[in-house]
């Protein structure tokens, strides 16, 4: 389950450190609120914990940006100087190429799903992204088995039209 959140947090926040930061923080809340229930529930508990958790983080980052767009005009940067270092490649990553090809599939991917409404983004992203049963994305979404069924066949229905060739 941890690996499942962990791409879904880092598919909706595109950085690593933040999903990590989102997985831990819906774990930690989904042990102290609802350590007690049976542990059935806890798979959609913890996912609509972690879509709470992603869309607070994308509103503050959000309205950061927005600040942030405004600072460099009133802060003098002429005596610093850009670190060499954290500019290098990493030697570690993957070959350019593979990376490139995947990276395009993965971005056609991703706009068509931010261009679902949001229910169907989220039917989508937890039926299959996270492998929930219906039962489990209904609470994880607070909405009943047959609108998760309608949004889900709906969401695919959406990116098929859009994703075309990219679509496996």
Do not use: C
């Not at 690996?3 to 809340?29: G, T």
């Not at 492998?131 to 489990?136: C, S």
């Amino acid at each position: 389950m941890e690996k499942q959140a962990f791409r879904r947090a880092l598919f909706a926040l595109r950085n690593r450190d933040d999903a990590l930061d989102a997985v831990q923080d819906a774990m930690m809340r989904l042990v102290r609120s609802y350590g007690a229930r049976p542990a059935g529930e806890w798979p959609g508990l913890f996912y609509r914990i972690l879509e709470n958790r992603i869309k607070d983080m994308q509103r503050r980052r959000t309205v950061r940006n927005k600040v942030m767009a405004w600072l460099p005009a009133f802060v003098s940067t002429a005596g610093e100087s850009e670190d060499p270092v954290a500019r290098a490649p990493d030697p570690l990553s993957p070959d350019p190429e593979r990376e490139a090809a995947g990276s395009e599939a993965m971005d056609a991917l991703a706009l068509a799903v931010d261009g679902l409404p949001r229910r169907q983004r989220q039917a989508f992203l937890l039926r299959a992204l996270q492998g929930l049963d219906v039962a489990q994305t209904a609470v994880a979404m607070g909405v009943s088995a047959g609108s998760v069924k309608t949004h889900y066949s709906r969401a695919l229905a959406k990116l098929r039209e859009e994703l075309g060739d990219h679509w496996l």
